[in-house]
């Protein structure tokens, strides 16, 4: 070989040996990174906390309980106090929370939502021989004994009236839900009580018989009375009289005051779902009213749509007995004679007499079914976690042998590097000493 040649050899393996320890090198930081992620882990492991299950001896506590011998007594909490009643000077030592079920007369308000309110009247009809005058918008009726009655137009309170007319047949109208009340007039007699008599007259009557100047026959309609229905029961006004009604009545506007300013005849009383319930005269109406305003259009006439089946929910009353439960705090005085550490006496200050307690354990399994849930899902949370840290502690390891091997490989190739390069240098030596030298030593 050359000395060029032997040159030129040496040089490649120099470069080869410098890429090799550069490979090396970066293979040495790649484990050192990989080092560290496993460094990591463990200290994310180290940091894990190993859930506990619970002791149903942490949720079980000492419940005392006592009777006065018509209600039963339980003891929420005590706190330990000194406490000198100013009027009397007896002592109490705690502050004592307890608990007792009581029966309590409430009302209650509650959403009708489907009420199917309907107003029923007492309505008739009846044929007589009037002559009509007209003064401006008004109409003069004269019988034929003289007596005459003044008719007014009708107003949007006689809708209701007036479909209840329709409904029993007695007025002929097309379109009830859009009734005009301009065709209509009306006479009233005992206004605002309860015996009041509304007879009403069609308009085009009236004008017929005006415009003819002479007596004539004309269909009048009467309604004196009415009263409501509630799909198949039938409602009646509040009676004060009655004691049940009384003691209902006087429970709902304590427990709702806005009641109150109601006058009792606009309270009226049914039965519902096996309750006698109260509902206000006002409300009645608006159901009633809501229904045809809520009413879809017919198709056609032949298909069926009443308005009571589209009613706003109606706000309903009712009064009833309940079991309540009763929390009172005061001071008290616990004594334990018998030295064991459970009370075995307590002396409310409300009462002049001490009790007896009854002692036991009670375990809250609510909380510790709850703990223990939470306990379960701890575990699991848990397990998955150092799952999934020896999972990617297992990639490491796998990554770290692999980079590993090609070090040792690296370092094998570095040997013979070595060894090349020693000996392709030894053969450079003795070209330089053939070539340059010219006496041998």
Same mark, same amino acid.
């Given at each position: 070989?050359?000395?060029?040649?032997? +040159?030129?050899? &040496? $040089?490649?393996?120099?470069?080869?040996?410098?890429?090799?320890?550069?490979?090396?090198? +970066?293979?040495?930081?790649?484990?050192?990174?990989?080092?560290?992620?496993?460094?990591?882990?463990?200290?994310?492991? !180290?940091?894990?906390?190993?859930?506990?299950?619970?002791?149903?001896?942490? &949720?079980?506590?000492?419940?005392?309980?006592?009777?006065?011998?018509?209600?039963?007594?339980?003891?929420?909490?005590?706190?330990?106090?000194?406490?000198?009643?100013?009027?009397?000077?007896?002592?109490?030592?705690?502050?004592?929370?307890?608990?007792?079920?009581?029966?309590?007369?409430?009302?209650?308000?509650?959403?009708?939502?489907?009420?199917?309110?309907?107003?029923?009247?007492?309505?008739?009809? #009846?044929?007589? %021989?009037?002559?009509?005058?007209? /003064?401006?918008?008004?109409?003069?009726?004269?019988?034929?004994?003289?007596?005459? %009655?003044?008719?007014?137009?009708?107003?949007? *309170?006689?809708?209701?009236?007036?479909?209840?007319?329709?409904?029993?047949?007695?007025?002929?109208?097309?379109?009830?839900?859009? !009734?005009?009340?301009?065709?209509?007039?009306?006479?009233?007699?005992?206004?605002?009580?309860?015996?009041?008599?509304?007879?009403? #007259?069609?308009?085009?009557?009236?004008?017929?018989? *005006? +415009?003819?100047?002479?007596?004539?026959?004309?269909?009048?309609?009467?309604?004196?009375?009415?009263?409501?229905?509630?799909?198949?029961?039938?409602?009646?006004?509040?009676? $004060?009289?009655?004691?049940?009604?009384?003691?209902?009545?006087?429970?709902?506007?304590?427990?709702?005051?806005?009641?109150?300013?109601?006058?009792?005849?606009?309270?009226?009383?049914?039965?519902?779902?096996?309750?006698?319930?109260?509902?206000? *005269?006002?409300? !009645?109406?608006?159901?009633?009213?809501?229904?045809?305003?809520?009413?879809?259009?017919?198709?056609?006439?032949?298909?069926?749509?009443? #308005?009571?089946?589209?009613?706003? /929910? $109606?706000?309903?009353?009712?009064?009833?007995?309940?079991?309540?439960?009763?929390?009172?705090? =005061?001071?008290?005085? $616990?004594?334990?004679?018998?030295?064991?550490?459970?009370?075995? /006496?307590?002396?409310?200050?409300?009462?002049? *007499?001490?009790?007896? !307690?009854?002692?036991? =354990?009670?375990?809250?399994? #609510?909380?510790?079914?709850?703990?223990?849930?939470? &306990?379960?899902?701890?575990?699991?949370?848990?397990?998955?976690?150092?799952?999934?840290?020896?999972?990617?502690?297992?990639?490491?390891?796998?990554?770290?042998?692999?980079? =590993?091997?090609?070090?040792?490989?690296?370092?094998?190739?570095?040997?013979?590097?070595?060894?090349?390069?020693?000996?392709?240098?030894?053969?450079?030596?003795?070209?330089?000493?053939?070539?340059?030298?010219?006496?041998?030593?």
């Amino acid at each position: 070989m050359g000395m060029a040649a032997s +040159q030129a050899r &040496y $040089l490649g393996l120099t470069a080869r040996k410098t890429n090799t320890e550069y490979e090396g090198q +970066q293979i040495n930081q790649a484990r050192t990174a990989l080092a560290n992620q496993s460094a990591n882990l463990w200290n994310r492991m !180290l940091a894990l906390q190993v859930p506990t299950a619970p002791k149903t001896t942490d &949720y079980t506590t000492q419940q005392y309980a006592f009777t006065d011998g018509f209600n039963d007594y339980e003891i929420d909490s005590y706190q330990n106090v000194d406490y000198t009643d100013p009027d009397t000077g007896e002592k109490y030592n705690y502050q004592v929370t307890y608990h007792y079920n009581q029966e309590v007369f409430k009302a209650i308000q509650q959403k009708n939502t489907n009420p199917q309110v309907q107003k029923v009247v007492n309505a008739t009809s #009846a044929n007589e %021989t009037v002559g009509v005058t007209k /003064n401006n918008e008004n109409y003069t009726v004269t019988d034929k004994q003289g007596a005459s %009655t003044q008719f007014k137009k009708c107003t949007s *309170e006689d809708l209701e009236n007036l479909r209840a007319l329709a409904s029993k047949g007695l007025i002929q109208i097309d379109d009830v839900e859009n !009734l005009n009340v301009d065709d209509f007039y009306k006479t009233t007699q005992n206004e605002g009580q309860k015996d009041e008599l509304v007879v009403y #007259a069609k308009k085009e009557d009236l004008d017929n018989v *005006e +415009q003819s100047g002479t007596q004539e026959e004309i269909k009048f309609y009467g309604v004196q009375g009415y009263s409501y229905k509630l799909g198949n029961s039938d409602a009646e006004r509040l009676d $004060l009289t009655d004691k049940v009604q009384k003691a209902d009545y006087d429970q709902i506007i304590h427990d709702f005051p806005e009641l109150a300013g109601v006058d009792p005849d606009d309270i009226w009383v049914y039965q519902k779902n096996g309750r006698t319930c109260y509902a206000t *005269e006002a409300e !009645l109406n608006e159901c009633i009213a809501s229904g045809y305003a809520n009413q879809p259009k017919a198709d056609d006439k032949y298909q069926i749509s009443s #308005a009571i089946d589209y009613q706003k /929910n $109606l706000n309903q009353y009712y009064a009833t007995h309940k079991n309540e439960e009763i929390t009172r705090q =005061e001071y008290a005085r $616990l004594d334990d004679a018998s030295g064991t550490g459970r009370y075995k /006496n307590i002396k409310l200050m409300s009462s002049s *007499e001490s009790f007896a !307690l009854k002692s036991e =354990e009670t375990t809250d399994t #609510a909380s510790y079914d709850d703990a223990m849930n939470q &306990y379960n899902y701890d575990i699991l949370a848990y397990e998955k976690e150092l799952a999934d840290i020896n999972a990617k502690t297992s990639k490491i390891q796998v990554q770290d042998r692999t980079l =590993e091997l090609r070090l040792k490989q690296l370092d094998t190739e570095q040997k013979a590097l070595t060894t090349e390069m020693d000996a392709v240098k030894s053969v450079i030596q003795k070209n330089v000493e053939m070539t340059f030298k010219t006496f041998s030593s």
